[in-house]
């Protein structure tokens, strides 16, 4: 498939040449909720933690003595069934990842790059190069009229370009190893460098 090239001053640069493999796939919502599951479950942080019996503060004394009471008999206050006590069986540290064939997320990632081209959302630009000046950069995408886009870069961002657009909301770049499915589909529009398309093209060939 063909699409145009614009500059970023909105003017036009040719076409490019895009392979169907990559741009022109069938949706597969399955594939891509799978895939950004995975990309959330490894990025969380599994922090999570009580204190069990043996960490609470209490002490160890026995609480009252075994036999006349006329209650229960209990030897702690760290008991779980006590106010302030441990907690049995809570949550504690851990990793939320789980595995993900290659294969799969590469899929996954075509998809997401084919969903942004059947719906109009990709623009291939000919390249991420400004001034380094955020108001130079903000007048540029007003008027591109990209409000929630994702910039996608070659091997390395252009460094005037990302200290240019840090400031801009709405606006995140990315190099093209860093592509992927949760960051792509969670803005409106995709844009892609030529030198992008390239490097996403050798990377999922």
């Known amino acids: 498939m063909k699409l145009d090239v614009i500059k970023l001053d909105g003017g036009a640069a040719g076409e490019v040449e895009l392979t169907d493999a990559i741009f022109d796939l069938e949706p597969r919502a399955d594939i891509l909720h799978r895939v950004v599951r995975w990309q959330r479950n490894k990025a969380q942080a599994g922090t999570h933690k009580v204190k069990t019996r043996s960490e609470v503060s209490y002490s160890t004394k026995k609480i009252y003595r075994q036999k006349g009471t006329g209650g229960a008999r209990h030897g702690s206050r760290k008991a779980p069934i006590f106010r302030k ?9 851990r990793s939320h990842a789980h595995d993900l064939p290659k294969k799969v997320r590469a899929l996954g990632l075509k998809l997401a790059l084919s969903a942004k081209a059947k719906t109009g959302s990709l623009v ?60 792509i589909l ?20």
């Open 85 to 93: 006590g441990g907690i049995y069986k809570g949550p504690t540290p």
């Open 124 to 183: 291939i630009i000919e390249n991420a190069e400004t001034d380094g000046k955020t108001k130079t950069l903000a007048a540029q995408v007003k008027s591109l009229g990209w409000k929630r886009a994702l910039v996608i870069d070659g091997a390395a961002v252009n460094e005037g370009f990302a200290r240019a657009a840090a400031n801009i909301e709405g606006l995140d770049v990315l190099p093209s190893v860093g592509a992927n499915v949760y960051d």
């Open 186 to 205: 969670k803005r409106d529009t995709l844009v892609i460098t030529k030198a992008g398309v390239e490097a996403l093209e050798a990377r999922l060939k």
